[in-house]
């Protein structure tokens, strides 16, 4: 068995006998079939053990995290569980939660359920705004040592560097894209001062909170370091006016716990574009995983491009309106 770590698109590799060899190498005996999860940037696979108990087992992609990053991020997760904070932290077999089989590294996590959250329920969001700012309290007592932290070099400009390489945009939307592209890259990092960050879920959009009696938060495989209010602003949905009211729900709970900065919400429109930017050439660099044509194809098709040009134009005027406030 070797450690060393598979080329950036070996999940080929990875078939069932890997998989449940790794499982079991870890002590699970395996008592069902695998049910493949919704989960793109790595492999994630439900099963049964012998216990009866279902479980999740997580295959990292190989070349994204070093063993350190990744080793960071369970340690996150498990802090914030032992602070009893409900999110959803990785097993430990032998006092290690990261293991590695025939190159991948991987984990296993309990499997936990629950609907997607309502982005629209005030009283939900309120339950948000206090979990969010019991994670801050417990973030800002150290930095990460490894993991990164959000910023313009990475979420636009080196994304910007990627999108003018890509073959995948149409060569007759050049112009109108590429115009754009660089009107809210400019704009937007020029906007972008945080004055502080910590420890950040990175990722914390309804899709990674299931709502079962309360939240639940799952997949830390974004986390790092960023301004706090990147935790929040994801769960904003509607016009300026509804957007006022869920921050202010959001905000107000959320200081239950932890202190908010109100000068961040300039932040809000700035992260929007970085997230947009960075989401486009996230799946350009990916569309040589089989897995992403296949999942995404309108990625390709000139409409896609399109809607691209005109959702960055909104998002430049969005860039140069006032920034959201609180009643």
């Known amino acids: 068995m070797s450690d060393s770590i598979a080329t950036t698109f070996d999940f080929a590799q990875l078939g069932p006998d890997t998989i449940l060899d790794a499982i079991e190498s870890r002590g699970y005996l395996v008592d069902s079939g695998l049910l493949a999860l919704n989960s793109y940037e790595n492999r994630v696979y439900q099963f049964i053990c012998d216990d009866k108990r279902r479980y999740v087992a997580k295959f990292y992609r190989p070349q994204r995290w070093s063993r350190e990053q990744i080793q960071e991020e369970h340690d996150f997760a498990q802090e914030l569980h032992d602070h009893e904070i409900p999110v959803v932290a990785p097993l430990r077999t032998n006092n290690e939660s990261l293991h590695s089989y025939q190159g991948f590294y991987f984990a296993i996590f309990p499997s936990v359920g629950g609907r997607q959250f309502e982005v629209d329920n005030l009283d939900q969001l309120e339950w948000m705004g206090r979990f969010i700012g019991r994670i801050h309290q417990v973030s800002k007592g150290q930095p990460f040592s490894f993991r990164p932290t ?146 995404f194809p309108w990625f390709a098709d000139a409409k896609y491009w399109e809607q691209q040009i005109l959702a960055l134009k909104e998002q430049y005027s969005a860039l140069q309106e006032p920034s959201l406030t609180l009643f």
């Open 150 to 295: 959000f910023s313009i070099q990475e979420h636009l400009l080196d994304a910007n560097a990627t999108l003018h390489k890509t073959e995948l945009i149409p060569s007759s939307l050049h112009t109108a894209f590429f115009t754009i592209l660089g009107q809210v890259t400019e704009l937007a990092a020029s906007l972008y001062k945080p004055n502080s960050s910590i420890r950040l879920h990175g990722d914390c959009h309804p899709g990674n909170i299931l709502w079962r009696d309360g939240p639940t938060f799952v997949d830390l495989d974004d986390c790092r370091m960023g301004p706090a209010i990147q935790d929040l602003w994801m769960m904003l949905s509607g016009d300026t006016y509804q957007q006022r009211i869920q921050m202010d729900t959001l905000v107000e709970a959320y200081e239950e716990f932890s202190q908010f900065d109100s000068s961040q919400l300039s932040l809000i429109e700035p992260l929007r574009a970085m997230r947009m930017v960075h989401y486009m050439a996230w799946l350009s660099r990916r569309w040589q995983d089989p897995a992403f044509p296949q999942a």
